[in-house]
T-cell receptor, first 117, second 113 residues
Framework: ETGVTQTPRHLVMGMTNKKSLKCEQHLGHNAMYWYKQSAKKPLELMFVYNFKEQTENNSVPSRFSPECPNSSHLFLHLHTLQPEDSALYLC????????????????FGDGTRLSIL | SQQGEEDPQALSIQEGENATMNCSYKTSINNLQWYRQNSGRGLVHLILIRSNEREKHSGRLRVTLDTSKKSSSLLITASRAADTASYFCATAYIIQGAQKLVFGQGTRLTINP
């Protein structure tokens, strides 16, 4: 149990569907992250939220829309996805301290395995 | 690119032997972290080493960092079958107060009983 819960664990959707991935952290952290893990590619950072403010959008297509309503919850809204978007989507959280940054590790959920038909 | 590279991509050893994985990166870092991932699961943090540290230990794990060569290594001593997993190094950069991790491709470690 990592303290970061992702739902659903598996999701199959058509290209015209709209769905959302959910992430919840129970660690009291103030930063949350979305990553994409595709086969044979390094883990790619998609979005960063620091104190609920989005501070990084790593050139992610607009068909992925993040939402962070509070420091414990993070969503990834999906619409009109493409087959190449099939991947494992991982959420992580960490505690960001003041003074120019953080030397704290990130805690990951078990991911949502997304398959686009 | 800030992306790190790991070496080897795959490693298969006998139980009880030591396993060494290497990571190289290209730009200055805040810290470097090693993670482990079992098949179908999320990443689990193993060790974080700061840029001003040279070596760190945690149980059977030993991590070294050489900032002049921009490289790090992870040593697992007395390996066990349960150590079978993928291992990733991640270089950490601070952007607008948040920590950005850039991951390598990973090393797939197999421990044979």
């Amino acid at each position: 149990e990592t303290g970061v819960t992702q739902t659903p664990r598996h999701l199959v959707m058509g290209m015209t569907n709209k769905k959302s991935l959910k992430c919840e952290q129970h660690l009291g952290h103030n930063a949350m992250y979305w990553y994409k893990q595709s086969a044979k590619k390094p883990l790619e950072l998609m979005f960063v939220y620091n104190f609920k403010e989005q501070t990084e959008n790593n050139s992610v297509p607009s068909r992925f829309s993040p939402e962070c309503p509070n420091s414990s919850h993070l969503f990834l809204h999906l619409h009109t996805l493409q087959p190449e978007d099939s991947a494992l989507y991982l959420c992580a959280s960490s505690q960001v301290t003041g003074g120019g940054g953080s030397n704290q590790p990130q805690h990951f959920g078990d991911g949502t395995r997304l398959s686009i038909l | 690119s800030q992306q790190g590279e790991e070496d080897p991509q795959a490693l298969s050893i006998q139980e009880g032997e030591n396993a060494t994985m290497n990571c190289s990166y290209k730009t200055s870092i805040n810290n470097l972290q090693w993670y482990r991932q079992n098949s179908g699961r999320g990443l689990v943090h193993l060790i974080l080493i700061r840029s001003n540290e040279r070596e760190k230990h945690s149980g059977r794990l030993r991590v070294t960092l050489d900032t002049s060569k921009k490289s790090s290594s992870l040593l697992i001593t007395a390996s066990r079958a349960a150590d079978t997993a993928s291992y990733f190094c991640a270089t950490a950069y601070i952007i607008q107060g948040a920590q950005k991790l850039v991951f390598g491709q990973g090393t797939r470690l197999t421990i044979n009983p």
